[in-house]
């Protein structure tokens, strides 16, 4: 099984299954417009573009959409919405990233309220080896933690996300997944690593504002984990829907659940 986030690869599997995806829209339509007319025009999916969150929501509730974006819609409006429609007590997102040199890889959490209880992250680390069997590759994760083992004892704080990742790493160990705890060693994590986990929600967006806002990185787009069907989160600062809109037909793919017939 591969190791390497390819986004060609994403687009393949999104021109596979050519899914029926809905977008939100409010506001930018030039964007909206521009990105769904690239992919129809590349074959990624079938679009439907949604200006209301609730119909939207409902598109996707009904079947009448195998999957949603976000687009420009608000976030947390959108994200709320779903929370009722589907009766969610919370979220768990991954996001997928891009560096300045084309490294790709899922940061999780990304959320400021996610992941907050070993449960929730112990749950984040097994939707997100779902995710990755979803696109055909074998999820490499490094935890990261706010020091280096040789700091313990210097922050309370600190040293209790410390010993958290360590007691996460022996638990998911004897499931066969591969996984690491780097400390606070973000850049060899990510060298080495396709699946990312921050210590805190926090954590993981300011990870993603300073790649995006000042490290030239791409966001790309957030599918929401613990959810049975797909819905990907997208971000103020991107420029293209387009590639969101194929990991959504992307993950349907290889998805296990039963999906309406969109031939």
Same mark, same amino acid.
């Given at each position: 099984?591969?190791?390497?986030?390819?986004?060609?690869?994403?687009?393949? /599997?999104?021109?596979?299954? *050519?899914?029926?995806?809905?977008?939100?829209?409010? !506001?930018?339509?030039?964007?909206?417009?521009?990105?769904?007319?690239?992919?129809?025009?590349?074959?990624?999916?079938?679009?439907?573009? #949604?200006?209301?969150?609730?119909?939207?929501?409902?598109?996707?509730?009904?079947?009448?959409?195998?999957?949603?974006?976000?687009?420009?819609?608000?976030?947390? +409006?959108?994200?709320?919405?779903?929370?009722?429609?589907? @009766?969610?007590?919370?979220?768990?997102?991954?996001? =997928?990233?891009?560096?300045?040199? !084309?490294?790709?890889?899922?940061?999780? &959490?990304? !959320?400021?309220?996610?992941?907050? +209880?070993? *449960?929730? $992250?112990?749950?984040?680390? $097994?939707?997100?080896?779902?995710?990755?069997?979803? =696109?055909?590759? $074998? &999820?490499?994760?490094?935890?990261?933690?706010?020091? $280096?083992?040789?700091?313990? !004892?210097?922050?309370?704080?600190?040293?209790?996300?410390? @010993?958290?990742?360590?007691?996460?790493?022996? =638990? +998911?160990?004897?499931?066969?997944?591969?996984?690491? @705890?780097?400390?606070?060693?973000?850049?060899?994590?990510?060298?080495?690593?396709?699946?990312?986990?921050? &210590?805190?929600?926090? +954590?993981?967006? /300011?990870? #993603?504002?300073?790649?995006?806002?000042?490290?030239?990185?791409?966001?790309?787009? %957030? &599918?929401?984990?613990?959810?049975?069907?797909?819905?990907?989160?997208?971000?103020?600062?991107?420029?293209?829907?387009?590639?969101?809109?194929?990991?959504?037909? %992307?993950?349907?793919?290889?998805?296990?659940?039963?999906?309406?017939?969109?031939?």
């Amino acid at each position: 099984m591969e190791e390497v986030i390819s986004i060609d690869k994403i687009k393949i /599997l999104a021109k596979e299954k *050519k899914a029926k995806i809905g977008i939100g829209m409010d !506001g930018n339509r030039k964007l909206i417009e521009k990105s769904t007319s690239s992919v129809k025009k590349k074959g990624y999916a079938d679009i439907e573009i #949604f200006e209301d969150v609730k119909e939207l929501v409902s598109a996707l509730k009904e079947n009448d959409v195998d999957g949603i974006v976000k687009g420009s819609l608000d976030a947390n +409006t959108t994200l709320k919405e779903l929370k009722i429609a589907f @009766h969610l007590d919370y979220s768990l997102r991954a996001m =997928l990233l891009q560096t300045s040199k !084309g490294k790709s890889f899922f940061l999780a &959490p990304v !959320g400021i309220d996610e992941a907050r +209880t070993i *449960k929730q $992250r112990i749950e984040l680390l $097994r939707y997100g080896c779902e995710l990755f069997n979803k =696109l055909g590759i $074998r &999820p490499k994760i490094g935890l990261i933690s706010g020091c $280096r083992k040789e700091d313990i !004892g210097r922050d309370e704080r600190i040293d209790k996300i410390f @010993h958290i990742n360590e007691r996460i790493t022996k =638990l +998911t160990r004897t499931k066969r997944i591969w996984i690491r @705890h780097y400390g606070i060693e973000l850049e060899k994590a990510i060298d080495e690593c396709n699946f990312i986990v921050a &210590p805190s929600g926090i +954590t993981g967006n /300011l990870i #993603f504002r300073t790649l995006c806002f000042l490290g030239e990185g791409k966001a790309i787009g %957030a &599918p929401l984990l613990n959810f049975e069907k797909v819905y990907i989160d997208t971000f103020s600062i991107q420029k293209d829907y387009a590639i969101s809109i194929a990991l959504a037909s %992307a993950l349907l793919t290889y998805s296990p659940l039963k999906r309406r017939d969109s031939s």
